[in-house]
T-cell receptor
Framework: ETGVTQSPTHLIKTRGQQVTLRCSSQ?????VSWYQQALGQGPQFIFQ???????GRGNFPPRFSGLQFPNYSSELNVNALELDDSALYLC?????????????FGPGTRLTVL | AQKVTQAQTEISVVEKEDVTLDCVYE???????LFWYKQPPSGELVFLIR??????QNEISGRYSWNFQKSTSSFNFTITASQVVDSAVYFC?????????????FGGGTRVLVKP
């Protein structure tokens, strides 16, 4: 186990709704990244948070937003859900500045948009 | 732009056979990280190995070994004496070496099926 937890495990929403996914990072890790993994594909980088600020973003529209809290936990918010947002959402944490610099992933949240 | 290609979509072997997974990458960075992750049916990405671009020494860790060749931009991964529990999707990933913002770029994955 990596120590990275995510909630909820599964979620079903309808098109146009908003959703919030949560991630608790591994103890000692100060950086959180979010990835979207569509069925049968590799994960795609959404964004990364370090010191409560977004410091890297992939090719995702502004309706994908996030937060990082002082305890390094994080939220991913998606507004105006579309059918193509159906995917596994993975959170990863790491310790910026450490020698290992490896991202450890949580179990993911599977989002279904109907 | 960074890109990772895993040409093999699916590999099927019988238990105890060796399995080699191919990975080819593209990057303009002179230093970078390469990773292999395993994704079992449960969905969680499990970290397996990491290699720094400035260290081309190939190693063996238990039943896992890897062959990193910077000249051909390849980072192949071998499972020796495969077991049924090795059945999963394996992802090769490329990471940037920066203090922050080092996203991972993943390949499309290779599904490995180990039959008893």
């Amino acid at each position: 186990e990596t120590g990275v937890t995510q909630s909820p495990t599964h979620l079903i929403k309808t098109r146009g709704q908003q959703v919030t996914l949560r991630c608790s990072s591994q103890s000692g890790h100060n950086t959180v990244s979010w990835y979207q993994q569509a069925l049968g594909q590799g994960p795609q980088f959404i964004f990364q948070y370090y010191r409560e600020e977004e410091n890297g973003r992939g090719n995702f529209p502004p309706r994908f937003s996030g937060l990082q809290f002082p305890n390094y936990s994080s939220e991913l918010n998606v507004n105006a859900l579309e059918l193509d947002d159906s995917a596994l959402y993975l959170c990863a944490s790491r310790s910026t500045g450490s020698r290992t610099d490896t991202q450890y992933f949580g179990p993911g949240t599977r989002l279904t948009v109907l | 732009a960074q890109k990772v290609t895993q040409a093999q979509t699916e590999i099927s072997v019988v238990e105890k056979e060796d399995v080699t997974l191919d990975c080819v990458y593209e990057t303009r960075d002179t230093t970078y990280y390469l990773f292999w992750y395993k994704q079992p049916p449960s969905g969680e990405l499990v970290f397996l190995i990491r290699r720094n671009s400035f260290d081309e020494q190939n190693e063996i860790s238990g039943r896992y070994s890897w062959n990193f060749q910077k000249s051909t931009s390849s980072f192949n991964f071998t499972i020796t004496a495969s077991q049924v529990v090795d059945s999963a999707v394996y992802f090769c990933a490329l990471g940037r070496i920066k203090a922050a913002g080092n996203k991972l770029t993943f390949g499309g994955g290779t599904r490995v099926l180990v039959k008893p």
